[in-house]
């Protein structure tokens, strides 16, 4: 089992067993050192990949669904490129998820309603998504989820339980401040790496052959690409009979108000 519990009592053991083997076998500080970079390892992949549910439960793909359903999840808007993914996901019949940006909904309001209004929902992705809010205390990622929370609110009138933590991270501090406003992480077990990659169809490759039932795919409203990107995997999903639910409703874990 890889959970950070888990390892952190699998290395104290370990090194209760090393200093047993020092005291009557002779054996080197060295394993002190392999154990640590282990456990290092170990802690790091768990703070990157979210589908670890290292620190704490994670969703990030739906299991046994029975019906040929997928999320399409986009992060970081709203933005400007939002109003073209809606315009497409209305004209293939497509519902998705929008890990918004507190930030950005102070800006784009309009386009946060218009999410809602055509039957999409809305996620909480923090309120900066400064590149250092790993780092940040407990209490300050609550105060980041609760601005956002209001934001939320006070544009639509509704909220869920949805948070994304920003660049996947996880760590004790985001499953802490999650606890405590009774927030679900929501990962993605399909990372399109859209705002990395540059050419549209090796984004696309890194999609379609994988795509099956319960997948949970991110992507980001935040540029021409993705909207390109998004146009070919619509036509790709209605080839092979895949269509595309907010992730509350596909997780099963729907709760407005
Ligand atoms: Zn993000």
Redesign the pocket.
């Given at each position: 089992m890889l959970k950070h519990r888990y390892i952190q009592v699998v290395s104290i053991v370990s090194c209760l067993i090393v200093v047993i083997g020092m005291l009557f076998y002779d054996w080197t500080i060295y394993w002190f050192v392999l154990i640590g970079l282990i456990a290092l390892g170990l802690t790091t992949w768990g703070v990157f990949d979210i589908r670890l549910g290292y620190f704490g439960k994670t969703f990030f793909k739906a299991k046994d669904i029975g019906e040929n359903n997928i999320s399409l999840t986009f992060?970081?808007g709203p933005c400007p490129y939002t109003l073209q993914v809606l315009d497409l996901l209305d004209q293939y019949k497509m519902k998705a998820t929008f890990?918004c940006?507190g930030k950005q909904l102070t800006q784009y309001p309009e386009i946060a309603k218009r999410i809602i209004a055509e039957g999409h929902s809305i996620g909480n992705?923090s309120y900066t998504?400064k590149k250092d809010i790993a780092f940040s205390s407990p209490k300050e990622m609550e105060g980041e989820i609760q601005q956002t929370d209001d934001m939320i609110e006070k544009i639509t009138g509704q909220n869920n339980s949805m948070y994304r933590p920003?660049?996947g991270v996880t760590n004790p501090n985001v499953v802490k401040a999650c606890k405590a406003k009774s927030k679900d992480i929501i990962g993605w077990n399909i990372r399109s790496l859209d705002t990395v990659i540059n050419n549209e169809d090796r984004i696309l490759k890194r999609i379609v052959p994988r795509l099956k039932a319960g997948d949970i795919v991110l992507l980001?409203d935040t540029s021409q690409r993705t909207v390109n990107v998004l146009e070919q995997l619509l036509i790709k999903m209605k080839e092979l009979n895949l269509q595309s639910i907010p992730v509350d409703r596909l997780l099963k874990i729907e709760r407005n108000g």
């Open positions: 992060d970081d890990f940006i992705h998504h920003p660049f980001h």
